[in-house]
């Protein structure tokens, strides 16, 4: 959500009614409305810098930010320098848990600088008319600009892109301007003629958003380039406001010593491809165009399935992350029917040998200390993110389970798991950090089918992968392609759907032609859609009948939910018929509990596993396809 304000005044009721409180603890008072909307509304951290300057961000954390069924005001109410105040603004950015509002410079300059006291009201709108609303102390300065000022550059033995940590006050950052650290002094580097620094100028980053009083600088190549040496001479600050205007510290002594690039730690010492290898030590370049930093290997290379390979100066390319870590990742590349690693040419062997780290820039080459590294490749795995939207919880809300959302999310996976079981897949329910990009796919779960359809789920995917030579597929979003060929374009799984089996469904629940519904649906639903379900019900709650009823409720839509997700995945994997002609996609002819057979021949209770139905499974040759494509140790 954005805003935008003509008028002088409006923007200065929007400036002072951004300003929430720095970590503020005072008391909260919540109004609630019978209404769901807004039930969960409350502030619990609010965060910004002090003196509050052009550009300054404020970020107010909590919950029930119900942006998509009711509009958000902030209200500022309190003191200015002794005069009374209570000015409203639509907030600038708004997500379920954070509210964030930029104090644009307009609104300093309509303002007058002091000290604000009292409270920021936080309101959920319907047609102007309050739903909810939380209150919350807060106390915070206001100026127009800052003066910069230093006490301690530290630590003296640096290497490259390490981090000095500097001490002082009127710091500035992101859209508020930028603080310089400038050095003057020399440069001695190794075995070679000193020289004179001039100048030199790095940005100042923050260690605390709303601290202005600590940060640091990176030891940057550009200070005085890649060789060890030592650095005398002095420090400022110099604060460059977004508005032009520049402020600058005294200055103070410092000496640096700058030492050679080395690597401490490579993890993990196994991974498979599409996976990171970690690469931690210090002195890593790689910032900016001008740094190029790459990892000579030396040793020998042992696929899987073949002979040894001497590796004799092989330079390998890293994701820098900063002057202590690279990420390099495990790049699968197409080689006939099968997935290889890009740099070693097979998905499975393992690496002896040593690694050193090479630093270029401007012209100079300078090799780092060689360190002795080891590590594996695996079979090929499918990694998997199932990804659950915000619109996953909401739904929830129509069967009355919203307050068990993780137990529903983690039914959901616990099935995906079953049904690949024997098959080297795994699920996660956060986005992967040890896996690139490219090296994982996205199952996405949320709500309405936005193809208007009224479908349980929709692999998107372009076209059958055969072999599975995309690892980084996505169920879920838009995808032009798919378009294109004149399939929906929308992707994922949709739980709204799930409500198709019920005799008492909601109106605006979009339904398949001729569904027909399921009495048993009702059955284990229905007495959680009259009473929903509330913290501390549910796992140990005080009734047991009840906590069994949403215990049911739990599995079985976990099951359902599950059970379309391993189809949809199925298709993205290759199936059904993998050999088969490429249009062929579901199991023909549909068989007894076969899971990827078309979805009008797969009744609710082999989906939901009631009646002693069994789950539905692999048929023919899926199975084996799988366990070729996809092997586990």
């Known amino acids: 959500m954005r805003f935008s304000l003509n008028k002088l005044i409006y923007s200065t009721l929007i400036f002072i009614s951004s300003y929430v409180p720095f970590y503020s603890c005072g008391s909260t008072k919540t109004e609630k409305h019978p209404f769901f909307c807004g039930l969960e509304l409350s502030i619990y951290q609010v965060k910004y810098p002090s003196p509050v300057i052009p550009g300054s961000i404020f970020e107010i954390t909590g919950t029930g930010f119900e942006y998509d069924c009711a509009s958000i005001e902030v209200h500022f109410s309190g003191n200015i320098n002794g005069n009374f ?30 000290r604000f006291s009292g409270s920021i009201v936080v309101q959920l709108k319907i047609e102007q008319n309050v739903i909810a609303q939380t209150s919350y102390n807060v106390t915070f300065d206001i100026s127009g600009e800052l003066e910069p000022g230093i006490s301690r550059a530290s630590p003296q033995d640096v290497t490259l892109n390490s981090r000095v940590a500097v001490e002082g006050y009127g710091l500035i950052f992101g859209d508020e301007g930028t603080t310089w650290a400038i050095l003057d002094g020399t440069f001695s580097p190794e075995s070679r003629p000193s020289f004179t620094v001039s100048g030199a100028r790095v940005a100042i980053q923050p260690i605390e958003n709303d601290d202005r009083t600590r940060g640091f600088f990176e030891f940057s190549p550009s200070i005085a380039g890649i060789i060890p040496g030592e650095f005398t001479g002095t420090l400022k600050l110099s604060n460059q406001h977004k508005s032009g205007t520049v402020l600058e510290s005294p200055s103070i002594s410092v000496f640096f010593r700058l030492g050679q690039s080395f690597i401490t730690n490579i993890s993990p010492s196994k991974t498979t491809i599409g996976g990171i290898i970690n690469i931690e030590g210090a002195g890593f370049i790689g910032a900016t165009q001008e740094e190029t930093m790459t990892f000579l290997l030396e040793g020998v290379a042992y696929p899987h399935d073949g002979a040894q390979i001497e590796v004799q100066s092989k330079e390998i390319i890293g994701r820098y992350i900063d002057g202590g870590h690279v990420a390099y990742d495990i790049i699968p590349v197409r080689q006939e029917n099968s997935l290889v690693a890009a740099d070693f040419g097979f998905s499975r062997g393992s690496f002896s040998g040593t690694v050193t780290p090479v630093l270029e820039f401007r012209g100079e080459r300078i090799e780092g200390i060689p360190s002795p590294v080891e590590f594996e490749l695996g079979p ?65 779960i949320s709500g309405p089918d936005p193809n ?44 709204d759907s799930v409500l198709c089996w019920s005799n008492d469904r909601p109106e605006e629940i979009v339904c398949p032609e001729g569904f027909e519904p399921s009495g048993l649906f009702d059955l284990v639903f229905d007495p959680l859609r009259k009473k929903e379900v509330t913290a501390g019900e549910y796992p140990n709650g005080p009734d047991l009948t009840r906590t069994s009823q949403i215990a049911e409720a739990i599995r079985v839509l976990g099951n359902i939910i599950g059970d379309t997700a391993a189809h949809e995945l199925g298709h993205s ?61």
């Open 452 to 495: 208007g359809k009224g479908l349980f789920g929709y692999d998107n995917t372009p076209g059958k992968d055969v072999w599975n030579l995309r690892l980084h597929d996505r169920i879920g979003g838009v995808n032009a392609e798919t378009q294109a060929d004149g399939y929906p374009g929308y992707g994922g799984i949709f739980i």
């Open 380 to 444: 090929v795995k499918q990694v998997v993110y199932v990804y659950f939207s915000d619109n996953f919880s909401r739904t929830l809300r129509y069967l009355g389970m919203r307050a068990v959302d993780i137990y529903v999310k983690q039914a959901i996976i616990d099935k995906m798991k079953r049904t690949y079981s024997g098959i080297n897949v795994e699920f996660r329910d956060k986005q992967p950090e040890d896996y690139y990009p490219g090296g994982y796919a996205i199952v996405e």
């Open 85 to 114: 105040v209570d000015f409203p603004v639509i907030p600038q950015t708004v997500t379920l848990n954070t509210i964030t509002i930029t104090a644009e410079p307009e609104f300093i300059a309509s303002f007058p600088f002091g």
């Open 573 to 633: 994997l290759g199936l059904a018929h993998p050999f088969g002609p490429p249009d062929l996609v579901h199991h023909e002819p549909p068989g007894p509990g076969c899971l990827m057979d078309a979805g009008a021949y797969r009744p609710f209770e082999e989906r939901a596993e009631l009646n002693g139905a069994p789950p539905g499974s692999w048929c023919d040759d899926e199975l084996p396809y799988l366990q070729m494509i996809l092997p586990v140790e």
